[in-house]
């Protein structure tokens, strides 16, 4: 099962950077050009310029965002920017955040995680990745060889003692503790304890992890690795995780909604004959009339019970129930929606959804519904939020489900720990 190590984690030197907060970030593939820019001018030190740095016309094969990476990097441990720690450690972490009015806390262990192949079954993806943003990854870690952002991995837990850790530790003292720029706050704890540590490697020896985000820094760590010559840097083997407990309470996971726009006639067609045939459509009401909160705990209760979800168009709405089959009684409604309905819009041989012009993905069921009634798209299916155990479950078969049906919300952190390939380790 999951391979884990203490390392000696890189961080921000507090003598000089007194606000972490200005010089953290989020990861790369959640930052338009617009944060990127906002990022930049917050700190001429922000991880950005490491995770995400700009590109500009001249940019060439010698000179380009991955070698300024390097080059920053490279500099700020010089000037002691960055200081290694001197001892290897686990990283007891917390994320304070706000959702929806309610407060949530999300706790974790930042650790150096082995890399293996998926077919070991101990790390295990839930989501297919694309050849574009690994390549992008895999230019950033040749130049850099640090994780500046961890992936975020999730685990069974059985005994919860992710939480228990932090009864270990000088709770009142972290070593890092500071708010970034949307309000959530981050707290850090080295675990010293020798005794603790071998516990913790021990307890993940017996289970998997599951990679909630940053599959394809993941892909990328492992096929860095597989690349190397012999006698190179065992830190290669690892790559930079937070392992949160999915018994967390503070584990967030938000439903994401298919919005698609610029249909066809024949388009229209074919989903709605789709539709006919293969689920019972119940009509809910007029969107301008119904309870959108009641509308939508009715898809969420659709979806634990029956598989079903929510489909609005034309202003009305209305809800979707698969037929009784074995197959559709075990697929998740997402699953259904992209077999039955999204992949008949396309044409034969490509992709199982519509591309980027067609289809979004918010998270937020209110924008999706104004999406529709101001005639802005042409159509919504509404899902529910995935149970993590059911994720896990089909990883464990080898199973993957659609892209972006996931979104564990916040994000983590880039910035508050680095992972260096040749002095972490």
């Given at each position: 099962m999951a391979v884990i190590r203490p390392f000696r984690g890189i961080k921000y030197n507090q003598?000089?950077?007194?606000?972490?907060?200005?010089?953290?970030?989020?990861?790369?593939?959640?930052?338009?050009?617009?944060?990127?820019?906002?990022?930049?001018?917050?700190?001429?030190?922000?991880?950005?310029?490491?995770?995400?740095?700009?590109?500009?016309?001249?940019?060439?094969?010698?000179?380009?965002r991955y070698t300024r990476a390097a080059v920053n990097y490279k500099k700020w441990l010089e000037d002691e920017i960055l200081l290694p720690d001197k001892a290897k450690n686990y990283y007891l972490?917390?994320?304070?955040?706000?959702?929806?009015?309610?407060?949530?806390?999300?706790?974790?262990?930042?650790a150096a995680l082995g890399l293996t192949p998926y077919t070991d079954k101990a790390v295990l993806p839930h989501e297919l990745t694309m050849p574009g943003p690994k390549?992008?990854?895999?230019?950033?870690?040749?130049?850099?060889?640090?994780?500046?952002?961890?992936?975020?991995?999730?685990?069974?837990?059985?005994?919860?003692?992710?939480?228990?850790l932090f009864s270990a530790i000088d709770y009142a003292n972290p070593s890092i503790a500071t708010s970034d720029y949307s309000g959530q706050t981050h707290r850090l704890w080295p675990l010293e304890d020798k005794k603790l540590q071998k516990d913790l490697t021990d307890y993940l020896a017996s289970q998997p992890l599951l990679i909630a985000d940053g599959h394809h820094r993941y892909e990328t760590a492992l096929k860095y690795h597989q690349d190397q010559e012999q006698g190179k840097s065992p830190g290669t083997g690892f790559v930079l995780t937070i392992m949160v407990s999915m018994k967390d309470p503070g584990l967030l996971v938000l439903p994401t909604h298919r919005l698609l726009s610029g249909l066809t006639a024949d388009q229209k067609d074919i989903m709605y004959k789709t539709i006919e045939r293969e689920f019972e459509m119940i009509e809910t009401g007029d969107l301008r009339q119904i309870d959108h909160t009641d509308y939508f705990e009715a898809v969420s209760k659709a979806g634990r019970e029956k598989n079903g979800f929510g489909f609005i168009a034309a202003g009305q709405a209305f809800?979707?129930?698969?037929?009784?089959?074995?197959?559709?009684?075990?697929?998740?409604?997402?699953?259904?929606?992209?077999?039955?309905?999204l992949k008949p819009l396309l044409a034969e041989g490509k992709n199982s959804e519509p591309g980027n012009e067609m289809i979004s993905y918010p998270h937020n069921f209110e924008s999706a519904v104004s999406a529709v009634l101001n005639a802005s798209a042409d159509a919504a299916f509404i899902?529910?939020?995935?149970?993590?155990?059911?994720?896990?479950?089909r990883a464990m078969q080898g199973r993957v489900i659609p892209q972006k049906s996931t979104f564990f919300y916040p994000k983590l952190p880039g910035g508050l720990l680095f992972y260096d390939i040749d002095i972490s380790y």
């Open positions: 003598s000089i950077i007194s606000d972490i907060g200005s010089v953290i970030t989020p990861p790369y593939d959640v930052i338009d050009s617009s944060e990127q820019a906002i990022l930049h001018e917050r700190s001429p030190y922000n991880t950005i310029r490491l995770e995400y740095g700009k590109s500009y016309p001249n940019d060439n094969q010698a000179e380009n972490y917390e994320q304070s955040f706000s959702y929806n009015g309610r407060e949530y806390l999300r706790r974790g262990v930042a390549t992008d990854r895999m230019e950033l870690l040749k130049q850099l060889k640090t994780n500046v952002s961890p992936i975020f991995t999730l685990l069974p837990d059985p005994e919860n003692i992710i939480n228990k809800m979707l129930i698969p037929g009784g089959s074995p197959a559709a009684m075990s697929s998740l409604p997402v699953e259904l929606l992209h077999q039955r309905i899902l529910a939020p995935l149970a993590v155990d059911k994720v896990l479950e």
